[in-house]
């Protein structure tokens, strides 16, 4: 006998919506120092922080991402 119910989940948009990805590769010298950053410190977001920070000012910049303030992002001052 099954005992599990047919439950559908419904699924869930992001809360910020959708962004474009980076096509051009416009971000692209951004996204690899940060991946860098991030194997070097064996993932530790902490110690990119900075160049993460670039990153996302890269993509607002370039459109790819609505522009906000760093901080409603998570970033501190």
Do not use: Q
């Not at 989940?9 to 996204?31: Q, R, V």
């Not at 922080?49 to 890269?58: G, H, N, R, V």
């Amino acid at each position: 006998m099954n005992l599990a119910k047919n439950k559908v989940n419904t699924p869930i948009p992001p809360e910020k919506g959708s962004f474009p990805l980076d096509h051009f590769g416009e971000c692209k010298t951004e996204t690899k120092e940060y991946m860098a950053c991030l194997a070097v410190n064996e993932g530790v977001h902490r110690n990119c922080e900075e160049l993460a920070k670039i990153y996302i000012a890269c993509r607002m910049d370039r459109g790819l991402m609505a522009k906000e303030p760093l901080e409603n992002l998570g970033f501190k001052k």
